[in-house]
């Protein structure tokens, strides 16, 4: 998955428009950032890594480019 695909996962998830988000964009800027994205995110990525996104794990995200490194290429 390219960087770019990841973006496009996350701004998905956050149901914002394509292209608002960038690597370099804070998440707590962004008003769609919430508990409901962050559970989506968590369940999409068990689905479709196996992978389980801890809480200790999304609180250490900071940037866009911060959770598109978790996701597995």
Known sequence: ????????FLEEI????????NEDTILKDVEEWD?????????????KYNKNLTTD????FVTVGDVCE????
Do not use: A, F
Request: net charge negative.
């Open 1 to 8: 998955m390219t960087l770019q695909e990841k973006i496009e």
């Open 14 to 21: 956050m149901d914002v428009e394509e292209g608002i988000l």
């Open 35 to 47: 508990s409901l994205s962050t559970l989506s995110l968590t369940v999409e990525i068990k689905k």
């Open 57 to 60: 794990e999304i609180k250490r």
């Open 70 to 73: 978790y996701i597995p290429d």
